[in-house]
């Protein structure tokens, strides 16, 4: 019968698309959630107020509460999922961290420029609100990822996901440690981190306009990426690798949170 067979090709798709491969998450929930934090601190009382009427209905309607949306469409949307994944990062390392977009971006199938669009889509008030509802979700997301140094980096390791390293004792690869592991290593809650975060020097992301300046976000990151010693020269790693970049992945959590309020600002505050 063609209902059952439906049904038979449909699951096959959505699990064969479940087990392509996807990027590694930037940052993880932990980092994001901080990232879209302390935007909120620098956004502009209208932009708030957009903010909010446009995350009405969301679980949790807040910067926050959706940060992590992007990489949940993994397992909430897979076709979306699929489609997205290559927004997540782009790759500079092996171009000495300059931009090309016609290289480095083809069909706008990377963060530098899914940043740009869809913060065209957020700001066009002709567009349906469940457009430009979708469009901040992925600007919150992405601003915090084109900061995340690996989301720029090198394109023959993947980002540092086929780095294996091995720290306390437990493996895991070069993407995950700086996406998740350092942070949560802290032990800090998200309150007491978003604290440590605002106490440290503000960035200057000076004026914004749109486009945003996500190239240079990305070149940014990439310098970071490809510093002589970011990379490991062993796979055990010992603590005071930890000890030494932590602080680097905590400034770019800052200045990711700087970048966001920017755009956002820019974006709708003058609606």
Not at 82 to 97: S, Y
Request: aromatic share 6%.
């Amino acid at each position: 019968m063609v209902r059952p067979l439906f049904l038979v090709v449909s699951l096959a798709l959505s699990f064969a698309l479940a087990l392509l491969p996807m990027p590694a998450h930037a940052w993880g929930p932990l980092g994001h959630r901080l990232v879209a934090l302390l935007a909120w601190d620098e956004l502009a009382p209208d932009t708030r107020r957009q903010v909010e009427a446009l995350l009405q209905g969301e679980p949790d309607p807040t910067l926050a509460g959706v940060a992590s949306w992007a990489d949940d469409l993994r397992e909430n949307d897979p076709v979306l999922g699929r489609k997205t994944a290559r927004w997540h990062f782009v790759n500079l390392g092996e171009h000495d961290c300059v931009y090309v977009q016609s290289r480095d971006c083809p069909g706008g199938n990377c963060v530098v420029d899914a940043i740009r669009a869809q913060t065209a889509i957020l700001a066009d008030t002709r567009r349906t609100r469940a457009e430009r509802v979708q469009a901040l979700k992925f600007v919150v997301h992405f601003v915090g990822d084109v900061h995340q140094p690996l989301h720029a980096g090198y394109a023959h390791d993947k980002g540092g996901n086929d780095v294996q390293v091995n720290w306390n004792g437990r493996g895991t690869n070069l993407h995950t440690l700086w996406d998740s592991r350092m942070l949560v290593s802290t032990g800090r809650s998200e309150a007491d981190y978003l604290r440590h975060l605002r106490a440290l020097p503000k960035p200057s992301v000076g004026a914004i306009t749109l486009p945003p300046p996500s190239s240079a976000w990305a070149e940014q990151s990439c310098r970071v990426a490809t510093q002589p010693d970011f990379y490991p020269r062993r796979a055990k790693l010992e603590q005071r690798y930890v000890d030494r970049h932590l602080p680097v992945a905590e400034r770019q959590l800052r200045a990711g949170g700087a970048a966001l309020a920017a755009v956002l600002n820019e974006a709708l505050d003058r609606h």
